[in-house]
């Protein structure tokens, strides 16, 4: 009696389809893995922009101006073409050496001095204006990868690019937040308004 066994068609013929099967299942895997990757990664921008654009906004909300006394609110385009943000609040940093009373902060963007070449980053200042407070300032970077930082003013009538309560303006009615953060090759723009609280001075 004959043994029985396959072909070398046969064989081939198996392979092939095995060869097709294990690759359509890697490609589902690989995609399954790639979307994840950017689930993440975007997870990641938002949760950045949300940080941020919560503590500019309880910053806004506690601003202190009064024209006669040591307050600033101003903004518009600084260095490397990116905006700035300057104002003193009552929400001062609870790690500020004097983390009571009313601090000066400034917002803006610089070049990451550990990557020229990269996106720049969004930089924090703050210092007490606490009498005896001199020398207490603390500077932070709160994020890098800010493609671009932008704010606009609302004055009740019409938005503008700059502002400056000094002046004469006083403060606006709203101040418009704009962020495009990138991360892992991808970036994402963000827009939020906070409005300001009326001061009587």
Not at 7 to 32: P, Q
Not at 36 to 55: C, M, N, T, W, Y
Not at 108 to 123: A, N, T
Not at 172 to 183: D, S, T, Y
Request: aromatic share 8%; charged share 25%.
């Amino acid at each position: 009696m004959r043994a029985q066994g396959f072909t070398l068609l046969e064989i081939l013929v198996a392979l092939t389809i095995t060869a097709i099967v294990l690759t359509s299942v890697y490609g589902v895997f690989a995609t399954l893995s790639s979307a994840k990757e950017e689930l993440e990664s975007d997870a990641e921008i938002f949760h950045q922009a949300r940080v941020l654009f919560d503590r500019m906004a309880r910053e806004i909300r506690s601003v202190y101006y009064h024209p006669a006394r040591e307050s600033i609110f101003q903004g518009g385009e600084g260095e490397e073409r990116q905006d700035f943000l300057e104002l003193t609040t009552r929400a001062t940093s609870p790690t500020l050496p004097r983390a009571a009373g009313i601090s000066r902060v400034r917002y803006e963007v610089r070049p990451d001095p550990d990557d020229r070449e990269g996106p720049p980053q969004l930089v924090r200042r703050e210092e007490s204006l606490l009498p005896g407070a001199a020398a207490a300032g603390m500077e932070h970077r709160l994020a890098a990868g800010i493609r671009t930082f932008r704010l606009r003013f609302f004055d009740g009538i019409e938005w503008r690019d700059a502002w400056s309560a000094g002046d004469g303006l006083g403060l606006p009615q709203m101040v418009e937040l704009f962020l495009e953060i990138e991360a892992q090759g991808r970036s994402r723009t963000f827009l939020t308004a906070v409005e300001v609280p009326r001061i009587e001075p």
